[in-house]
T-cell receptor
Framework: GAVVSQHPSRVICKSGTSVKIECRSLDFQATTMFWYRQFPKKSLMLMATSNEGSKATYEQGVEKDKFLINHASLTLSTLTVTSAHPEDSSFYIC?????????????FGPGTRLTVT | AQSVAQPEDQVNVAEGNPLTVKCTYSVSGNPYLFWYVQYPNRGLQFLLKYITGDNLVKGSYGFEAEFNKSQTSFHLKKPSALVSDSALYFCAVRTGGAAGNKLTFGGGTRVLVKP
């Protein structure tokens, strides 16, 4: 149980275009989802926390107009990188949890590798 | 503010030898501590967690970790390392409350197990 999927696993796009990444909880309802960004050989940086039916909470320094997050249902959150630029190239990972179960343990998706050319 | 430190960027160990990956934390309340492992181009896999109770926590793939409150440490250990344990390991902490369910990660430690 507690499986989280991400789609796509890898995407290459041209500079100036927008890219949408989906995060789904497959066998549980996730009231909260998290989006992380990971640079090569670096740790995970939390970008934002999204709660179903409400606006995402962005971490300091993360541009909310650049990284649009939508948590429209209890099993789906999307991250849209708008007007992507090469510096947005990174590994994006989502996670999901059920705050009232397992002490809020987070279950991670497999990640999405974004390359902006 | 909560923080996690993993003092070693990389740990090298021979197959069959004990493996230790260090983690220290700083929180204002009771810590919830986690260890995750990441294989290349993959997301994070949960290894184990400490919430309360016994200080020695046993997890997946033969890993265990010991919670030491006085030293604010939560080192990950495995008695006999395998080549397949080579990966990137992350320690993380959350306190809940005002911090919610956000995890704060350490910088990660790359483990290389040589045959």
């Amino acid at each position: 149980g507690a499986v989280v999927s991400q789609h796509p696993s890898r995407v290459i796009c041209k500079s100036g275009t927008s890219v949408k990444i989906e995060c789904r909880s497959l066998d549980f309802q996730a009231t909260t989802m998290f989006w992380y960004r990971q640079f090569p050989k670096k740790s995970l940086m939390l970008m934002a926390t999204s709660n179903e039916g409400s606006k995402a909470t962005y971490e300091q320094g993360v541009e909310k107009d650049k990284f649009l997050i939508n948590h429209a249902s209890l099993t789906l959150s999307t991250l849209t990188v708008t007007s992507a630029h090469p510096e947005d190239s990174s590994f994006y990972i989502c996670s999901a949890n059920q705050p009232d179960r397992n002490m809020g343990e987070q279950y991670f998706g497999p990640g999405t590798r974004l390359t902006v050319t | 503010a909560q923080s996690v430190a993993q003092p070693e960027d990389q740990v090298n160990v021979a197959e069959g030898n004990p493996l230790t990956v260090k983690c220290t934390y700083s929180v204002s309340g009771n810590p919830y501590l986690f260890w995750y492992v990441q294989y290349p181009n993959r997301g994070l896999q949960f290894l184990l967690k400490y919430i309360t109770g016994d200080n020695l926590v046993k997890g997946s793939y033969g890993f265990e970790a010991e919670f030491n409150k006085s030293q604010t440490s939560f080192h990950l250990k495995k008695p006999s390392a395998l080549v397949s344990d080579s990966a990137l390991y992350f320690c993380a902490v959350r306190t809940g409350g005002a911090a919610g369910n956000k995890l704060t990660f350490g910088g990660g430690t790359r483990v290389l197990v040589k045959p």
